[in-house]
């Protein structure tokens, strides 16, 4: 089960309450003497502090699983009383006592009760809304109060958000115990609760604004506002699947206004402008984007169904090296067929057979000047095995059967024990939790925990072999970043081989990235750290470990044992969406192609899976057994390049560009002089119909900003240094790099750049070119100079 781990403030720019708010919560702010001790006034204290415009708002909520918002349709916002809870309000307290009442159950009981997710309750205004009672009918406001009957909606990450109408205050504790013991709640409270209780699925997004004038002056003055707003920008735009709904005390005032966008279950502070209120909108995807944002729907002819296309590829290619394609002419028909990042997978292999691998790639490079290949080390990583066998190779498991899963990994496995490698299964994981097999091929549930071993119920018949994996879905385990084995290969390997990027395994929250460059040193400062997203505790984590990592690699295969395999899409769309704000690199990894290990030709659904994940934002695909194993890697590497050609055909880009910019001033207020250069940049190229983006780098970072911001034109990158080169042309999407002898003078350096263009049909004569570079010659971060030439 996947919480609202998304809940940050601070989304929005910090700036000043316009001035009208601060005269109108004036008084509320400054009119108490600080000598008044009385109790109304200890209680209320929060009426008098002014808004915080400089306070950081991110992680200022906890995370919460579920969101349950009781639907008020009979009074307003500025009628509330002050504290709900305390009140017979619209059965708040009844919610909050059946909450309390299961909390302390649970807490009582031992450790092998199933987890109580944590509820949030909420009231919102429904006045005049077809969810609440039709105020404006008497006799049905009458009859819906006689009867007791309330509406509520219930929000929760990766499920349906529902409304639940007709409820009474006698379904309260079961309604409250369903929310907190059941994972999938949707499915089991139509048939669970009452036969008058009705139970819908909600289309559309809800934004709720705290307005609880009662509570805090500082709503008062920034919510209606806000609530005004958006209702005039959804009604403008005809977004009739948009509802807001001024909402009570939800926390935080001190960053008013405060927005809760649901079903993502975001939350963003200083919403005080009509300028971030449209942002939010932006921001949130409460709007739908401009015909052709993603896709060219109205250029998307026959035509061009059918002709072949012979675009410049922007997304770049990761191939798995291995036994099908190591040798010197196989890694070379690789790099013709659009290889960009070698990859040496160290959970097979030693480093004398990867050295090997490395001086081959190494020569056949050398007979194709000009040509960059990043090389990538993907560390083994901690990980959970099952253990040897006794005298069989494989043994099979009955379903029904029961076995014993001990931590002694000497022990010999069969039929009743399953030597596992993990010393802390016992108490990391909980009876009733799910254990996974060889990938899932035996699925087992964990029945009794013992001190050194667990007992669980097969599942399912399976035939399973020895040393293979094993999952703890949803389990938070406690294994090194790195194990021995890791460090060695990271220092005895990567730093001396001079490798490009380390592939973290299992990478679950920022500090293990940080542990990871104390590991490389200043010796491998220059190696770019690309963290895997396997297991829940990175998606947990996913927002620190991306302000910490250079890259992202959405690793699917073990993210799809840790989560439902149903959800790993709606992962890989978070994932990269959120990477691609930042500007960083993110891989799409896993079977994109694993059918052509064995044929020649990929399945349509393969095909559409790699366009997806191109269409999604991702910067680079990566094939795995296909290159390293499969009967055909030249041809996977072929059909994938065609694959990505055509996606990226139908992508608008000037639309992408410009939604970016929006989003990143949503999140940013401002922009850090180089990305305003890059931007920028990128924003003239469109206006004037530029066919190539020049751009003179010592590290690579301006050219990751440039395609950041999504340019339909190629980038070429110019750089006297090889790891920089690599750098571009392994992992920035759109970008081509060349390496120069000197960074010191520029008039030639990009009159040489106008000629490489030309040579790669890219411009012709006459065509406007925009440059980026610095007005300090061979100074790393000194772009800040924007021109236009002509070629």
């Not at 200083?270 to 995807?285: G, Q, W, Y």
């Not at 394609?325 to 070379?332: A, M």
């Amino acid at each position: 089960m996947t919480s609202f781990v998304r809940i940050v403030k601070g989304s929005l720019p910090t700036r000043k309450i316009p001035s009208a708010f601060v005269i109108a919560g004036a008084q509320s702010f400054t009119s108490s003497s600080s000598t008044d001790t009385s109790p109304a006034t200890r209680r209320h204290r929060s009426l008098h502090r002014p808004i915080n415009d400089a306070a950081p708002m991110a992680g200022t909520v906890r995370r919460y699983d579920r969101h349950v918002f009781i639907l008020d349709p009979f009074r307003g916002h500025e009628n509330w009383p002050t504290y709900l809870e305390e009140s017979r309000f619209l059965l708040v307290a009844d919610y909050m006592q059946a909450q309390r009442a299961l909390l302390m159950a649970a807490h009582s009981r031992s450790g092998e009760q199933e987890r109580a997710w944590t509820l949030k309750f909420n009231v919102a205004e429904a006045l005049n809304h077809p969810l609440g009672a039709p105020s404006d009918d008497e006799d049905a406001i009458n009859a819906f109060k006689d009867r007791g009957l309330h509406t509520i909606l219930i929000f929760s990450p990766c499920t349906p958000s529902l409304a639940v109408r007709g409820l009474t205050k006698a379904d309260i504790p079961a309604l409250v115990k369903l929310l907190h013991s059941v994972a999938d709640y949707p499915t089991t409270l139509p048939t669970a609760l009452p036969t008058h209780v009705a139970v819908q699925n909600l289309a559309g997004k809800d934004i709720f604004v705290c307005a609880h004038a009662s509570r805090d002056a500082r709503c008062k003055a920034c919510g209606p506002p806000l609530v005004k707003w958006l209702r005039e920008e959804v009604d403008m735009r005809g977004k009739d699947q948009v509802r807001v709904w001024p909402s009570s005390h939800v926390g935080g005032h001190a960053h008013a206004a405060n927005a809760l966008v649901f079903p993502g279950g975001d939350w963003y502070g200083r919403v005080n402008s009509k300028e971030k209120a449209k942002i939010l909108l932006e921001a949130s995807s409460m709007a739908s984007p401009p015909a052709g944002h993603v896709l060219r729907e109205s250029n998307i002819t026959l035509d061009h169904v059918l002709r072949e296309n012979n675009a410049i590829r922007k997304s770049k290619i990761v191939c798995t090296l291995g036994p099908a394609c190591w040798s010197v002419e196989g890694l070379g028909k690789l790099i013709d067929a659009g290889m960009n990042v070698a990859r040496l997978n160290f959970s097979h292999g030693d480093h004398e057979g990867h050295g090997a691998t490395l001086d081959r790639l190494r020569e056949a490079l050398a007979t194709r000047p000009g040509v960059h290949v990043a090389v990538m080390l993907d560390t083994k990583g901690p990980e959970i095995r099952t253990g040897f066998l006794g005298s069989a190779k494989t043994v099979e498991y009955k379903k029904g059967s029961i076995v014993e899963i001990v931590t002694d990994y000497s022990m010999p496995g069969n039929s009743e024990i399953i030597a596992c490698s993990y010393s802390d299964l016992p108490t990391t994981t909980k009876v009733g939790a799910t254990i996974l097999v060889a990938d899932g091929s035996l699925v087992l549930k964990v029945t009794e925990l013992r001190s050194s071993s667990v007992m669980a119920e097969v599942q399912n018949t399976a035939v399973i072999g020895e040393r293979k994996n094993m999952n703890l879905p949803g389990a938070i385990v406690n294994l090194p970043t790195l194990t021995e084995k890791d460090v060695a290969d990271l220092t005895d390997f990567g730093i001396p081989q001079n490798v490009d990027f380390i592939a973290a395994s299992f990478v679950r929250k920022g500090s293990d990235i940080d542990y990871i460059r104390s590991v490389l040193g200043e010796e491998g400062s220059h190696i770019k750290i690309i963290a895997k997203i396997e297991n829940q505790e990175g998606l947990h984590n996913y927002e620190e470990i991306l302000d910490r990592t250079d890259g992202i690699m959405v690793a699917r295969g073990d993210l799809g044992m840790e989560i439902p395999p149903e959800k790993v899409f709606l992962g890989q769309k978070m994932m990269i969406n959120k990477a691609n704000i930042r500007g960083k690199p993110v891989i799409t990894a896993t079977q994109m192609l694993e059918s052509m290990i064995k044929n020649p030709r990929p399945t349509r659904a393969e095909c559409t899976d790699v366009a997806n994940a191109v269409l999604d934002g991702t910067d680079c695909v990566m094939l795995s057994g296909e290159t390293a194993n499969g009967d055909f890697p030249t041809e996977a590497v072929t059909i994938m390049a065609k694959i990505c050609r055509e996606a990226e055909s139908a992508m608008n880009y000037n639309q992408l560009s410009n939604t970016m910019r929006n989003t990143v001033m949503a999140f940013m207020g401002h922009m850090p002089a180089p990305e305003s250069v890059a931007s920028s940049s990128v924003k003239t190229a469109f206006d004037i119909d530029a066919k190539m983006i020049v751009v003179l780098t010592e590290t690579g970072n301006t050219a990751q900003l440039i395609a950041k911001y999504r340019p339909s034109m190629p980038i070429l990158a110019l750089t006297a240094i090889p790891e920089t080169a690599r750098f571009v042309q392994g992992v920035v999407k759109n970008s081509y790099c060349v390496v120069i002898g000197s960074m010191i003078g520029t008039e030639s350096i990009l009159l040489r750049a106008l000629d490489i263009g030309r040579q790669k049909g890219w411009v012709e004569s006459g065509a406007n070119v925009v440059c980026v570079h610095g007005t300090q010659e061979a100074v790393p971060g000194s772009s800040n100079m924007l021109r236009v030439m002509i070629a």
